[in-house]
């Protein structure tokens, strides 16, 4: 696969979408990097009353319509969890598992992020914490580590991890850990008890968005856009519940089309 693009679009949701098909239709070449539809927050809403054209539709239904229309868009769909984007000045890094991708322009359409980490999490990020099982597991051959997290991304991280280290603990996300140790991570608490450990992996669905972009301007509540979607790095724009209130569908949508045409304007001339 050719794995240069002019936009890398970040999240699969109702905003990676439209801006998905909003750049596709000015012919751009587009790759959208998503987990699966069920981790859209739009996937638990009961019942979806208030997005035009839509009557009485639950919300698993329209992810998974949405999920669909992004298949077919004619769009580059990558299956996983962006772990970093880098700013290589005049194009961008994008790194999923152990793959790299480049783009000309990033829209980030990550739903709503939380920056809260675990204590310890930040501060041993790639000195014992990792948060990508296939790009770091062979560091812990024939050691112990811990995984923090559920879902099938986590369940499967174990598997792999169980084929290459000498003892996996796996802990589910909802527990006040606190990571610790010297120059490099070795325990992890639960808020009950210690446990000894080599490494410490934690898997969520999304990663701290201003780890996942360094630099990157961040206040309470969401990522910091202009009325173009545009954020404090030229280039890397912002759509949907990531880039603030309100979190609504309708809202989130337009983001997303007003996002793709301040991408497709960036493109101009590059
Ligand atoms: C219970 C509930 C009910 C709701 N009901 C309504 C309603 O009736 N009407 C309404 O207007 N709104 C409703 N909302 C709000 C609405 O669902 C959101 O505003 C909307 O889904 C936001 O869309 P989004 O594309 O910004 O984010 P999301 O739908 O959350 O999609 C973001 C996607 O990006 C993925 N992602 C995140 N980080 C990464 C990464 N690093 N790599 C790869 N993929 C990543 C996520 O896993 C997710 O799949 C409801 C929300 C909830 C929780």
Redo the contacts with the bound molecule.
Sequence with gaps: MDNNFDIII???????VSAATTALNRGKKVAV?????E????Y??E?????PGIINMS?KDFAELLHRQLNESGATVIM????SVMDFGGSFGVAVGNEYYSAKAVIL????TREKLYPGEGEFLGRGVSYCATCDGMLYKDKTVALIGSGHEAELDVEFLRGICKEVLHFSENRPYVISGGMKADTVSDGKEEYKVDGVFVIK???SVTK?VQGLEYQKGGIVVDDKMQTNIPGIFA????AGIP??????AGDGNIAALSACDFLKGK
């Design positions: 970040i999240g699969g949701g109702i905003a990676g990097v998503t987990n699966p539809p981790t859209q927050n739009l638990k809403a019942t979806v009353t208030n997005y919300g996983g969890r962006a772990l359409a990550l739903g709503i669905d999304t990663v996942l759509a949907g519940d990531c979190y609504q569908l309708a809202k989130a």
